[in-house]
């Protein structure tokens, strides 16, 4: 079995400051672990993955995220927030034994001036 | 753009009907998600496609059914729609698990 928890579900941070959006998975096999965000009105599409080459992933627009094996949690992370960061943020686990994925509630980010 | 559309994108439909929904993937990938998508609750996995004719459910698939029968179609079917089903629907593709999904524009179904 695998699950996402994604804490707090909207977040909240002034322009140029620091974003943090948590996300803790549990699975039974060694994870792939991915980052998705998704603007209004549109489907989601991917900031980042870990695949187990490298625990610091860098994904686009700024974003990266830290696998931590002991604390099981993939916390994804920006220096400095833009206004164009507002959307809504999904972490998901993938299963590759089973071939399919299991996605955290998501976290609202709301970006303000 | 990965090359996946879905079809209608929107649907007002009424109780106890039929209703189809259609993904259809150009990149020739192996396999095929159809996930809803509801306030609090994320997308939860309805059913998923690891190959033609191959399916399996999701964590949510009661009151749904799946056909694959050409790579590039997955066809998600409410038998007799609910209420309940009123969402928002995304099919996304992959060329293997631990790669990333490809998602559809989404398609927005009104249950009366």
């Known amino acids: 079995a695998q699950s996402v928890t994604q804490l707090g579900s909207h977040v909240s941070v002034s322009e140029g400051a620091l974003v943090l959006l948590r996300c803790n998975y549990s699975?039974?096999?060694?994870?792939?672990l991915f980052w998705y965000v998704q603007y209004p009105n549109q489907g989601l599409q991917l900031l980042l993955k870990y695949t187990s080459a490298a625990t610091l992933v860098k994904g686009i627009n700024g974003f990266e995220a830290e696998f931590k094996k002991s604390e099981t949690s993939f916390h994804l992370t920006k220096p400095s927030a833009h206004m164009s960061d507002a959307a809504e943020y999904f972490c998901?686990?993938?299963?590759?034994?089973?071939?399919?994925?299991?996605f955290g509630d998501g976290t609202t980010l709301t970006v303000k001036p | 753009d990965a090359g996946i559309t879905q079809s209608p994108r929107h649907k007002v439909t009424e109780t106890g009907t039929p209703v189809t929904l259609r993904c259809h993937q150009t990149e020739n990938h192996r396999y095929m998600y159809w996930y809803r998508q509801d306030p609090g609750h994320g997308l939860r996995l309805i059913h998923y496609?690891?190959?033609?004719?191959?399916?399996d459910k999701g964590e949510v698939s009661d009151g749904y059914s799946v056909s694959r029968s050409k790579t590039e179609d997955f066809l998600l079917t409410l038998e007799s729609a609910t209420s309940s089903q009123t969402s928002v629907y995304f099919c996304?593709?992959?060329?293997?698990?631990?790669?990333?999904?490809?998602f559809g524009p989404g398609t927005r179904l009104t249950v009366l």
């Open positions: 998901a686990v993938t299963n590759t034994n089973a071939g399919k994925s299991t």
């Open positions: 996304a593709i992959s060329g293997v698990p631990s790669n990333e999904q490809f």
């Open positions: 496609s690891y190959g033609v004719k191959d399916t």
């Open positions: 699975s039974s096999v060694p994870p792939y």
